[in-house]
């Protein structure tokens, strides 16, 4: 259980800044830290065996049906992931409590990392496919928010737009990828899908797959040609970009591609497309990461370029290329996070991050051009440091390649080119901001010099501890990082890991001659930066945020077009149109007209069926005739509603009986209510054409329904009833099956049911709250309506008929689990008591003497059943297992109790509210006198 302690304390870590930052931010920091840091500890208590080779995992079975288990696992991938994300996000954290100005809501902001870094958590940790995916799906959520912290900027609700509609479009390609692979493997659990890889490679939805899962890496880590995202994502605030942009969002994408190279790599479609893709990203982003003026811009796109490597990496897919591609996850996170900081320090100093405008601030800020040339020269893969060892893998590891065949030996030489751009890009970060002199404008020179000096030591901290371990771990690799590298190379390659040698010198070799001359030609590309920057002008220039607004505007005009041709206000065209596509697709299977008879006889008529068919009848067709006087329509279609009951009855179903009754009252009421607010007369006027239009879809509709109820009822049909009626008491405790359904069998469902009735009760709620309509006093031909608005009878009838309402209510709700009744009936019968009181006394008068809060008894009853649901997970069972048993006390005997019964109160407290919730604030929104601007 030590697993499921690593994400809920991240979880917890959400709501600390709420409850601390009213207290000053250095506590909120501090108490914010706890949580990851604690979690932390907890992923180093298992990291000796992970590093042994073992995998540590935990599975709580949630809902086994739709093979989806709370199942975390820690293996060497997510070992190293979890170090990044724990050990880099605590950094960046204690670095935020310096950055934020002091009007920022420090609180919200922290709340949002923590969120953050419990979904990044999720993926790294999920052991299922779905699981995964919505933790996949939160990280979306989270940048969006993190990305748009600054609202009132434009540049940030663009990119925070932009990031969410890419990722967000690329999430639903992955899950789509991933119900495949469910199907073809018949599992989503992360190691039946990594043992299945021969299945899933062997299957002729491969392809498809294989597209679906790179399209969601790909939109996460700013892969060609979804890699625009990224830049403009720099809106956010200098610790999201350290945080989610360089050591753990985009390297959610290369992380998914790492843990299912077991199950869909080692074939050329995988190898070439990541391969290709990988290279184009890595090119593609150092050019404009070479042209960039601002910093963040220079580091986004060099973040897009290493993922790009990265990706090289694991398209090469031989055992060391992994290793690479593994080690150069660790070492882009440290460096990376680390100049992120600096670009904030030197933003938060200076007030640009224009890099032409900046220069000379060595004898400035002599810390933080320290911290940068550590940092950038492990970026630009000099020795010593980390990047120059992933860097001489990558080398040979091209070097080693045959995917193109004969063209094979382009990839070594545009993967030199690549790393001369990576060195130009650094040395012009490290030289241009620290060494050289600003490049300033006429009106620049005029302005007063910029004044600067290096922050304050905790600042500065979080940024040098990062670029000390860059260097650290180039000098000392075999010591700090193989162990490491070899346990989560295990988990990407499945097998044994190769034999690795880390080091700074191997002798003089093909890739130590491909470093120098990527060395030197970064040298001379940067002393001809200028030049190239001229030649880039000359193009016409391509803003990739503006292109994608005007896409989606146009997409935004698509379906305006096609919205407004296909509403017009009319309900009568909108339900002709549903019942024309239901007839459609209903007709193609009724085409066979010879099969639609079973082998089964007809079933014999009685003289009380005919009188149940024909009130139905009677009922549908009066409520349509008299549709132009809405009360005796309403009164018709009660009349259906009654016989759908009584046929209820016939057919020995009580319990659904007594809730079709109680639903009944409940939607007259409602019905009623929203009579008040429709014109008094509907139009005199229908065209004939109107007329015989509705008459034959009706009859077309009526037809088709009578024909699927022959061909069902001439059939023998496979019924789930059986199993019921046999496991109700063994199984459930109840002998009425229906309500053992409901509360046990699929207390999931009716658990959803309740949620989405509490969700639209609070809904009108919250649209009806403030809602005041003027009452006229009379009808449209100016008769007044009765004097009295609360009658006498109806007040005395309303008082005697409440508590034996609640009496049966009662009733109803103790013998549900073994007679006709339950929570949701009895809810439903107490709904309509209450309510009653409010139209014979009044709102104000019951409200005096009932004051009660709707929503909250709503949200409480949800609060019940989830509580009844997570009780079951403390004696290890799955969510909302039930238990009974059998009791005796002196007096009363024998008796039976089930927990199944605090689920049912749970439901009944949630109809009770929402139903209340509805129909006391729809009766309520009215008044005597016209409304004025104070009462809104």
């Known amino acids: 259980m030590s697993l499921l302690w690593i994400p809920l304390l991240t979880t917890v870590g959400v709501v600390v800044p709420a409850m601390t930052s009213r207290y000053g931010r250095k506590l909120c920091v501090a108490a914010t830290l706890i949580a990851p840091l604690l979690a932390l500890a907890l992923v180093l208590l298992h990291a000796p065996a992970v590093i042994a080779g073992e995998v540590v995992s935990l599975q709580l079975t949630w809902m086994p049906l739709l093979g989806l288990d709370l199942a975390l696992r820690i293996d060497g991938l997510t070992l190293l992931f979890a170090l990044l994300i724990l050990g880099i996000g605590s950094l960046i954290l204690f670095y935020t409590g310096y950055y934020l100005s002091a009007e920022e809501d420090d609180g919200r902001f922290l709340a949002y990392m923590m969120l953050f870094m419990t979904a990044m958590l999720g993926i790294a940790m999920a052991d299922n496919l779905i699981l995964l995916w919505l933790f996949w799906e939160l990280t979306s959520i989270a940048s969006f928010l993190l990305i748009g912290f600054w609202g009132y900027r434009s540049d940030a609700r663009r990119g925070a737009r932009m990031a969410l509609i890419v990722t967000g479009a690329g999430g639903l390609a992955l899950l789509a990828g991933i119900l495949l692979i469910g199907q073809e493997v018949g599992s989503l659990a992360m190691a039946d899908v990594l043992a299945a890889g021969d299945l899933i490679r062997a299957s002729q939805h491969y392809p498809l797959i294989v597209l679906l899962v790179l399209l969601g890496a790909f939109t996460k880590s700013a892969q060609f040609p979804f890699h625009f995202w990224l830049p403009h994502a720099m809106a956010a605030p200098t610790p999201v970009s350290a945080f989610l942009h360089s050591a753990t969002m985009v390297k959610a994408g290369v992380l998914l591609l790492a843990r299912l190279n077991p199950a869909l790599g080692d074939t050329a479609l995988w190898a070439v497309s990541l391969s290709l893709v990988g290279l184009a990203t890595m090119l593609y982003a150092a050019w404009f990461a070479l042209l960039e003026r601002d910093l963040k811009g220079i580091l986004a796109f060099s973040t897009v370029s290493h993922l790009g490597l990265i990706t090289l990496l694991l398209g090469l897919g031989s055992p060391l290329a992994i290793v690479a591609a593994v080690f150069h996850i660790f070492n882009h996170a440290t460096f990376k996070a680390a100049l992120f900081m600096m670009v904030g320090i030197i933003d938060h100093e200076t007030g640009t991050r224009d890099i032409d405008r900046l220069g000379a601030l060595w004898s400035m800020m002599p810390l933080t051009g320290t911290m940068t040339l550590l940092a950038g020269s492990a970026m630009a893969g000099f020795p010593p440091f980390n990047g120059f060892l992933s860097k001489e893998m990558l080398f040979e590891q091209s070097l080693l390649n045959n995917l193109l065949g004969a063209l094979s030996i382009v990839i070594p030489l545009l993967v030199v080119v690549a790393a001369m751009l990576s060195v130009a890009y650094s040395l012009r970060l490290i030289w241009s901001l620290f060494f050289a002199e600003p490049k300033l404008t006429r009106e620049q020179k005029a302005q007063p010099p910029?004044?600067?000096?290096?922050?304050?030591?905790?600042?500065?901290?979080?940024?040098?501890?990062?670029?000390?371990?860059?260097?650290?771990?180039?000098?000392?690799?075999?010591?700090?990082?193989?162990?490491?590298?070899?346990?989560?190379?295990?988990?990407?390659?499945?097998?044994?890991?190769?034999?690795?040698?880390?080091?700074?010198?191997?002798?003089?070799?093909?890739?130590?001659?491909?470093?120098?001359?990527?060395?030197?030609?970064?040298?001379?590309?940067?002393?001809?930066?200028?030049?190239?920057?001229?030649?880039?002008?000359?193009?016409?220039?391509?803003?990739?945020?503006?292109?994608?607004?005007?896409?989606?505007?146009?997409?935004?005009?698509?379906?305006?077009?096609?919205?407004?041709?296909?509403?017009?206000?009319?309900?009568?065209?909108?339900?002709?149109?549903?019942?024309?596509?239901?007839?459609?697709?209903?007709?193609?299977?009724?085409?066979?007209?010879?099969?639609?008879?079973?082998?089964?006889?007809?079933?014999?008529?009685?003289?009380?069926?005919?009188?149940?068919?024909?009130?139905?009848?009677?009922?549908?067709?009066?409520?349509?005739?008299?549709?132009?006087?809405?009360?005796?329509?309403?009164?018709?279609?009660?009349?259906?509603?009654?016989?759908?009951s009584l046929t209820f009855v016939r057919f020995s179903a009580p319990d659904l009986a007594l809730t079709q009754l109680s639903v009944e009252v409940a939607s007259m009421i409602l019905m009623i209510l929203a009579l008040f607010f429709l014109p008094q007369r509907p139009p005199l006027m229908v065209s004939g054409r109107r007329i015989l239009r509705d008459l034959i879809l009706a009859a077309s509709l009526g037809l088709?329904?009578?024909?699927?109820?022959?061909?069902?009822?001439?059939?023998?049909?496979?019924?789930?009833?059986?199993?019921?009626?046999?496991?109700?008491?063994?199984?459930?405790?109840?002998?009425?099956?229906?309500?053992?359904?409901?509360?046990?069998?699929?207390?999931?469902?009716?658990?959803?049911?309740?949620?989405?009735?509490?969700?639209?009760?609070?809904?009108?709620?919250?649209?009806?709250?403030?809602?005041?309509?003027?009452?006229?006093?009379?009808?449209?031909?100016?008769?007044?309506?009765?004097?009295h608005r609360y009658p006498l009878i109806l007040a005395v009838v309303a008082q005697i008929l409440l508590p034996l309402a609640l009496l049966v209510s009662v009733y109803i709700f103790l013998r549900g689990h073994n007679q006709p009744g339950g929570g949701f009936i009895a809810g439903l019968i107490t709904a309509t008591a209450l309510l009653l009181q409010y139209m014979a006394r009044g709102y104000d008068w019951t409200r005096e003497r009932l004051p009660l809060s709707y929503p909250v008894v709503a949200v409480s009853g949800l609060a019940v059943a989830l509580a009844t649901g997570l009780g079951s997970w403390l004696f290890g069972y799955p969510f909302l297992t039930s238990a009974f048993g059998h009791f005796h006390l002196p007096l009363i005997g024998e008796f039976e109790l089930a927990t199944a019964m605090l689920f049912d109160v749970g439901v009944y407290l949630a109809v009770v509210g929402a139903t209340l919730m509805i129909l006391v604030n729809l009766g309520r929104v009215t008044t005597v006198n016209r409304p004025t601007l104070e009462e809104h």
């Open 704 to 787: 088709v329904v009578a024909m699927l109820n022959y061909a069902m009822l001439t059939r023998e049909t496979l019924a789930i009833a059986d199993y019921f009626l046999r496991e109700s008491v063994p199984g459930g405790g109840g002998t009425n099956v229906v309500n053992v359904i409901l509360v046990d069998f699929r207390g999931f469902d009716t658990f959803g049911e309740i949620t989405v009735l509490t969700l639209a009760g609070l809904a009108t709620f919250k649209l009806l709250n403030r809602l005041r309509l003027f009452m006229p006093s009379g009808n449209i031909e100016g008769i007044r309506w009765s004097r």
């Open 450 to 644: 910029l004044q600067a000096h290096d922050p304050s030591r905790g600042m500065l901290a979080p940024g040098l501890l990062l670029a000390a371990i860059s260097l650290a771990v180039g000098l000392f690799p075999m010591t700090l990082a193989a162990p490491l590298l070899n346990a989560a190379s295990l988990a990407v390659q499945g097998e044994t890991t190769p034999v690795f040698q880390l080091a700074l010198w191997h002798g003089f070799n093909m890739p130590l001659l491909m470093s120098v001359a990527a060395v030197a030609g970064g040298v001379l590309v940067l002393r001809q930066q200028r030049r190239f920057a001229n030649l880039a002008a000359l193009f016409p220039e391509r803003d990739a945020g503006l292109i994608f607004e005007a896409a989606i505007q146009r997409l935004i005009r698509a379906t305006l077009w096609l919205t407004l041709r296909l509403e017009n206000g009319s309900l009568q065209r909108y339900q002709a149109l549903l019942i024309l596509s239901a007839l459609a697709m209903a007709a193609i299977g009724l085409t066979q007209l010879e099969n639609l008879t079973g082998e089964r006889g007809m079933q014999p008529l009685d003289g009380m069926l005919f009188l149940g068919a024909g009130l139905m009848i009677f009922g549908a067709i009066g409520s349509a005739l008299s549709h132009r006087w809405r009360l005796v329509s309403l009164l018709m279609l009660s009349v259906v509603g009654l016989s759908v």
